[in-house]
């Protein structure tokens, strides 16, 4: 049975996301969109139905619904949060321009909000900005919660393998030499080494081996 009242495929639609069942989640939450596109809840249908096509990496999806979720939502720390969730999506889906210019958007809706910060700094090293990467990562360790934000629960990162490179990133801009040669080993050893960012992260790891050289 499948009806037609938009707040039952809402209702559905939350619990199955709570569940971590995000296919049928993800179905349930289109059918309430679509069956109430303009609704008093369709905002926050958008942006659960965003972070399920997220960890189901339909990534293009996902940055549509978050779009869909922006055009409603006035509050600038949802805003800031749902333009980082969008920016991590186009930067899974290798549209890295996109990526930074919503970062920026994130962090000018909330300056200090570190996930945006270390997000961009990602993006910004997959472009080859390696000093605009470096002032973004102090930036976000600079909050005092950058470890802090990579290591809360609520926090997922897709495919699972990403989360490395943040770290990896982070102790570069630490001077942790040792810490970030294990994180770059660590994302190519537990997928990364077949995506779109190997050769950056291979890149890395040449680096610091030519920096032992010059000791």
């Known amino acids: 049975i499948r009806p037609a009242d938009p707040r039952i495929r809402h209702l559905r639609g ?11 989640a993800a179905e349930e ?9 303009e609704g008093p809840r369709a905002h926050e249908a958008a ?20 779009e869909r979720f922006l055009e409603e939502s006035p509050w600038p720390t949802a805003r800031a949060i749902a333009l980082t969730n969008l920016a991590e999506t186009l930067m899974a889906a290798d549209r890295l321009d996109e990526a930074v210019a919503r ?4 962090i000018a ?15 910004l090293d997959r472009q080859g900005d390696e000093g605009g990467a470096a002032e973004a990562m102090v930036t976000a360790m600079a909050t005092g919660a950058g470890f802090e934000e990579l290591d809360n629960p609520a926090v997922f990162f897709v495919p699972d393998w ?3 490179y943040y770290r990896a ?3 570069e801009a630490l001077d942790e030499e040792i810490e970030a040669r294990v994180h770059w080993q660590a ?4 997928g990364g080494s077949t995506g779109p960012f190997a050769t950056r992260a291979r890149e890395h790891l040449a680096a610091l081996a030519s920096r032992d050289g010059d000791l």
């Not at 939350?14 to 049928?24: H, K, Q, T």
């Not at 809706?109 to 993006?123: C, D, E, I, N």
Request: no cysteine; net charge negative.
């Open 162 to 164: 990403e989360h490395h």
């Open 169 to 171: 990133l982070a102790h």
């Open 14 to 24: 939350e619990v199955l996301y709570r569940l971590d069942r995000w296919e049928e």
């Open 187 to 190: 994302f190519l050893d537990e």
């Open 103 to 106: 970062y920026r958007v994130a």
């Open 47 to 66: 942006f659960d139905h965003g972070v399920a096509l997220t960890r189901l990496e339909r990534f293009d999806e996902a940055a549509a619904a978050y």
């Open 109 to 123: 809706t909330q300056p200090r909000y570190t996930h945006a910060f270390l997000g961009l700094a990602v993006a």
């Open 29 to 37: 939450l289109a059918a309430a969109l679509r069956l109430d596109p």
